[in-house]
């Protein structure tokens, strides 16, 4: 069977350089968790992936987005020319999207982003009109999104309504995007088989954090509490997206605290292997812990080396031995978390993150979830 996946990720190679055309870090979440999905689907199926790459006329280096293709193993990588101008932009992409689908197996399904409403809509109108199953892959409430508004969240469940089957990050996502009961299953994240070999380690003793940083992410809790426990002979390194002026100024001459960027996902896992211990400080919130998993954790969880984070429900079923967890991810917490790292032995530390990688491999490896994957659309083409 065929799989077309809408969204708006990219090849590795191809995302990377695509970075250097924005002036800022950009969120890379979106892009993890759909192409590990795309990776693992393509190790059972083909798949076309038509790719709406993020733009922004305002922002953007790049003034223009030309349609391109590029084959990776099993899969095809369509990318979508996109129009500055919002004036028939949806019919420019259906036109491009239409010529794809000719060529594709009539035996094929549609899984798509659910959050990004010009994918979504997209995706629903070609299973419309080439009569094709929709799976949606809901990785967060859209209400959740920062920057959207409750006349977007609702265009978005409106969509949902279209779907026959949906892969979610919680029960909870699939509850709201499937009220009707159709084929689900329950995918928390996704790791890599293989892990690149650890870059030289030019920082000594560090603890390392990446990901968004914006205060409600929990990383002014993070530099307060590292500040406050004084650790000269240790390091707290930082990467990710930005908000600007107010993170370069929180951490404007500190001589132990680094910000190196906005890095490749190979390069962040290399240093996550070099790490004493990398950090998750999003304050706990239970309306994001029934909607979200934090998808940073997933490669924490994979170093091999120890993980401080605040609790999860859906990761403390797994992983409750093999982590620090916090309960709110206060200054204090963080500094309670760390002391308490920093008190085990070097043996101790070693065996935390080796029990939580192999745990991390046997339940979120990229071919174990795709065994999952392909038993759950075996049994939705049955049903379909």
């Not at 922004?56 to 099993?74: A, G, H, P, W, Y």
């Not at 709201?176 to 890599?192: A, H, T, Y």
């Amino acid at each position: 069977m065929n799989i077309i996946y809408f969204t708006t990720s990219q090849e590795n190679n191809d995302y990377n350089e695509y970075l250097k055309a924005w002036p800022y870090p950009i969120n890379a979440s979106t892009q993890l968790i759909h192409n590990r999905l795309i990776r693992s689907l393509s190790l059972y199926h083909h798949v076309d992936v038509v790719s709406v790459r993020p733009f922004s006329k305002q922002d953007c280096l790049v003034k223009t987005l030309i349609r391109s293709e590029r084959i990776t193993n099993r899969i095809h990588w369509h990318y979508l020319s996109i129009r500055r101008t919002s004036i028939g932009r949806f019919s420019f992409m259906w036109a491009q999207t239409e010529k794809v689908l000719r060529n594709v197996d009539k035996n094929s399904i549609i899984i798509t982003d659910t959050i990004n409403s010009n994918v979504f809509h997209l995706a629903s109108y070609a299973a419309k009109r080439k009569r094709m199953p929709l799976i949606g892959v809901c990785t967060n409430s859209p209400s959740n999104i920062t920057g959207t508004n409750r006349s977007y969240a609702l265009s978005v469940l409106k969509l949902a309504k279209k779907l026959d089957g949906t892969i979610a990050l919680t029960p909870a996502l699939n509850d709201l995007f499937n009220e009707n009961g159709k084929p689900s299953i329950i995918i928390e994240g996704l790791v890599e088989d293989r892990l690149p070999l650890p870059c030289e380690n030019k920082y000594g003793k560090y603890l390392f954090y990446s990901g968004s940083l914006y205060e409600k992410y929990g990383i002014y809790n993070l530099i307060q509490a590292f500040n406050e426990l004084e650790l000269p002979d240790y390091k707290l390194l930082i990467c990710g997206h930005h908000e600007g002026k107010t993170f370069l100024e929180a951490i404007r001459r500190k001589k132990n605290i680094r910000y190196l960027g906005a890095l490749t996902n190979q390069e962040c896992i290399q240093f996550q292997q070099n790490a004493v211990a990398n950090i998750n400080p999003r304050p706990f919130n239970e309306d994001l812990d029934r909607f979200t998993v934090p998808g940073k954790c997933f490669e924490y969880l994979n170093s091999s080396r120890p993980m401080i984070s605040t609790k999860s429900s859906r990761l403390i079923k797994v992983f409750q031995e093999d982590a620090i967890w916090m309960k709110t991810g206060s200054v204090e917490d963080i500094k309670e978390a760390i002391n308490t790292l920093l008190a085990l032995s070097k043996e101790d530390q070693d065996y935390l993150g080796k029990k939580a990688h192999e745990h991390a491999q046997n339940e979120y490896s990229l071919s174990n979830v795709g065994l999952k994957l392909q038993d759950f659309l075996k049994a939705f083409f049955k049903k379909n």
